[in-house]
């Protein structure tokens, strides 16, 4: 049992959340409660360091109220004690952790009812026909949180609709209109050589660039520094700014070709 939970709950809680959940105990009842419904408020996603952060923070609050509802109940066991042993509320101690579980599970069988509804029913059956397996908590997570899985696999992969299917002749068609703006550049012989101070060849490939690329000349502004070319594109946020480096020069086509190297031969 120990091992399954922490199979089950250390990558929901991560290390230190871990560390400190297993430490001071009832995880099920208190720990894991308190550490989901305050992931959910503060809106981070398992796995991420934030979620750690998290996790640790509020299973550490959860410690501290233990320790003085402790504390506090200790001080008055004397007079609370004849209230608390009333037949009437032994029901609502045996209900606590499926109150507890039941009220964070309900928002997420709403969100995921395909997922929820298959597990929900097999365990309520597994537990009306085997009683036995009502105290095996561990137990039931392991099979829960294994049947879930496949049926996220299952809904997941589905056969692509009719209607989707005329994506890949979309694509392809944007493929050869690429194609065709590529071998438009490559005819354009821009082969860099230190000691050949002509730019013409370069200043000739930017007019290609502003043919099949009217847009970007339009919105970005321009720089030129000796045939280099410098675009910029101001944002809307003051935030940093993002460069986006290439080159448009080539090394010398040297061997043999069975057609000639700035030919743009389709095929």
């Given at each position: 049992m120990a091992i399954a939970e922490f199979l089950i709950f250390a990558p929901m809680l991560g290390t230190g959340g871990s560390y400190l959940?297993?430490?001071t105990g009832n995880l099920t009842n208190l720990k894991i409660p308190c550490a989901m419904n305050v992931r959910d408020i503060a809106k981070v996603e398992t796995g991420t360091?934030?979620?750690?952060?998290i996790s640790t923070l509020s299973i550490f609050a959860s410690a501290i109220?233990?320790?003085l509802i402790i504390f506090v109940g200790v001080l008055l066991l004397t007079p609370l004690r004849p209230i608390l042993e009333k037949p009437e509320l032994a029901p609502a101690f045996d209900n606590v952790v499926a109150a507890l579980f039941g009220a964070l599970g309900l928002k997420y069988f709403i969100k995921q009812p395909k997922i929820a509804i298959g597990p929900l029913i097999l365990m309520t059956l597994l537990c009306i026909l085997v009683p036995s397996m009502i105290s095996q908590t561990s137990i039931l997570i392991i099979i829960i949180l294994i049947?879930?899985?496949?049926l996220i696999r299952a809904l997941a992969?589905?056969?692509?609709?009719?209607?989707e299917a005329k994506i890949s002749n979309e694509v392809d068609e944007r493929a050869l209109r690429y194609g065709s703006r590529l071998g438009n550049m490559i005819r354009c012989e821009t082969?860099?050589?230190?000691?050949?101070?002509?730019?013409?060849?370069?200043?000739?490939f930017h007019g290609v660039l502003k043919e099949m690329f009217p847009r970007i000349h339009k919105v970005c502004e321009k720089m030129d520094f000796n045939g280099n070319l410098l675009y910029r594109w101001k944002g809307i946020k003051?935030?940093?700014?993002?460069?986006?480096?290439?080159?448009?020069?080539?090394?010398?086509?040297?061997?043999?070709?069975?057609?000639?190297p700035f030919s743009r031969c389709d095929g």
């Open positions: 959940a297993f430490l360091p934030k979620n750690e952060i109220t233990t320790m049947l879930c899985i496949c992969l589905k056969p692509t609709p009719a209607k082969i860099s050589d230190y000691m050949d101070k002509d730019t013409s060849k370069f200043y000739q003051g935030k940093g700014p993002v460069m986006l480096m290439s080159h448009m020069d080539v090394v010398e086509a040297g061997g043999n070709w069975e057609y000639k």
